[in-house]
C-alpha cells in the first residue's frame, strides 16, 4: 500500500482540479452514468497506449521512458494540465467534443539500436495496442453470451473507444502515431519545412476535429462498424 509521504503536493494539485472539475461538470449535467463508463474505459486505454511506446524503446535499447518512471500504469504520471484536465472539460461545459490528451511518453529515438526503422515501430506500439484490447473486448462480446448488462456496456465502450484510438492515431499527421510512416519516407529536403509544420501540428488539429468533425465520421464510422461486426454485435 503505498504511503500518504509518496503522494507528490502536485499529484494532490492535480486530483483536486480533476475532482473539482467532475463535479463542476456533472452539477452542470455535462457528465452522466454513461459519460463515466467512457471515462472508465478511456482513461486505462490512453495509459496503455503510451506506455506501450516506452516499452517498445526500452526493448530497442532506449530507456527514457523507464528513467522518467514513465513506464507505469498511475495515471498521475500521465496527466497533462492543460490537455488531460483544462481542455475536456472546458470543451464538455461548452457542449463541444471532449478531446484531450495526455502527456507523451518521453522517446530519445537516438538511443535506439536501428533509429530509422524501430522509431516507427514505436510510435506505431502505441495504436497497435489499442487494436488488441478492441479485438480482445470483440471476441469476449461475441463468445460470452449471457453477461450482465453492465459487463457488456463495459466491454462494448471499451471496444469501440480503443478502435476510435487506433484510428484517430494511425491518422498520417503530425504529431499522431501515423505520421512517423511519412517521417520514415519523406526526403531530406523537405525536413525544414516539415519541421515547422509539426510545431503547430496539435493546436491545427484540434481545430480541424472541433470545426470539421464530419471529416472524422467518414473515418471512424466504417472502423466502428467493423469492430461491430467483430463483436458480433447488429451494424
Aim: glycine letters at 8%.
Amino acid at each position: 500500500m503505498a504511503s500518504l509521504r509518496n503522494i507528490r503536493p502536485g499529484h494532490v494539485a492535480l486530483g483536486a482540479i480533476g475532482i473539482g472539475l467532475a463535479i463542476l461538470l456533472w452539477e452542470r449535467g455535462s457528465i452522466g452514468v454513461g459519460a463515466l463508463l467512457l471515462l472508465a474505459c478511456a482513461v486505462p486505454s490512453i495509459i496503455l497506449h503510451e506506455v506501450s511506446h516506452g516499452v517498445v524503446a526500452l526493448a530497442f535499447g532506449d530507456d527514457t521512458a523507464k528513467r522518467a518512471r514513465r513506464l507505469t500504469l498511475n495515471p498521475l504520471r500521465h496527466i497533462d494540465p492543460i490537455g488531460t484536465l483544462l481542455l475536456p472539460a472546458l470543451l464538455a461545459l461548452a457542449h463541444l467534443p471532449a478531446i484531450g490528451y495526455a502527456k507523451p511518453v518521453p522517446v530519445n529515438v537516438s538511443r535506439l539500436r536501428r533509429p530509422r526503422n524501430q522509431a516507427v515501430l514505436v510510435s506505431l506500439a502505441g495504436p497497435a495496442t489499442n487494436i488488441v484490447i478492441a479485438a480482445i473486448a470483440a471476441l469476449v462480446l461475441r463468445s460470452t453470451h449471457h453477461l450482465p448488462f453492465v459487463a457488456s456496456e463495459v466491454l462494448y465502450i471499451l471496444g469501440v473507444v480503443n478502435t476510435l484510438l487506433a484510428v484517430f492515431n494511425l491518422i498520417p499527421l503530425p504529431p499522431l502515431d501515423g505520421s512517423a510512416v511519412v517521417e520514415r519516407f519523406l526526403p531530406a529536403r523537405m525536413w525544414p519545412g516539415y519541421l515547422r509544420l509539426r510545431q503547430l501540428a496539435l493546436p491545427v488539429l484540434i481545430v480541424l476535429v472541433l470545426l470539421l468533425p464530419g471529416g472524422l465520421r467518414v473515418i471512424m464510422n466504417p472502423a466502428i462498424t467493423l469492430w461491430q461486426h467483430a463483436a458480433g454485435i447488429p451494424a
